[in-house]
């Protein structure tokens, strides 16, 4: 299979989309994986990673969700990676994030992490929580290496004036 313009030329693209794909097929709306790889009709961009399956994100067209040996990513409508395809699962969370979940196996059973990004791709400062909880009033608790605290639905660290949390973030 081959990418071409309608004059059936390859004039102006990239070197990764010029030449012959193996398998090439249409999805969402302006998208066509070949070769397991997410090319973007609109501005001929090329997934940089090879991915399984790709599939909107919630609904919306200008997100890509990505999925690669059982694990999920997020895409941006350029390709860019929002959230590394190394997820158990994503939703939005708060204003603009994406929260992202892991389940790893280890010696004792499983053990959850999250994750906050933000729509650059930037991973919220928190890094690494081990908990969090549903927004209320603009806030959720989080816990992270045994510590209890807040976030803001931006993703920053807040401090509680109302509530008392032992052992502070």
Sequence with gaps: FKLVKIDGSQTGFSEDIRGEFSSMSFILKDYVIADNRLISLGGLNISAETYTNYSPFEENDELILSEANGTFGLLSSTLNVIVPCKYSHITTWG???????????????????????????????????????????????????????????????????????????
């Design 95 to 169: 204003k603009n994030l994406f929260l992202a979940t892991v389940h790893k196996k280890n010696f004792y059973g499983e053990e959850t992490y999250y994750n906050l990004y933000n729509r650059d791709g930037v991973l919220c400062s928190i890094g690494n929580m081990s908990a969090i909880e549903t927004l209320e009033n603009g806030k959720a608790k989080v816990e992270k290496d045994g510590k209890f605290g807040y976030i803001d639905d931006l993703g920053n660290v807040v401090p509680d004036n109302i509530s008392k949390v032992d052992e502070h973030i």
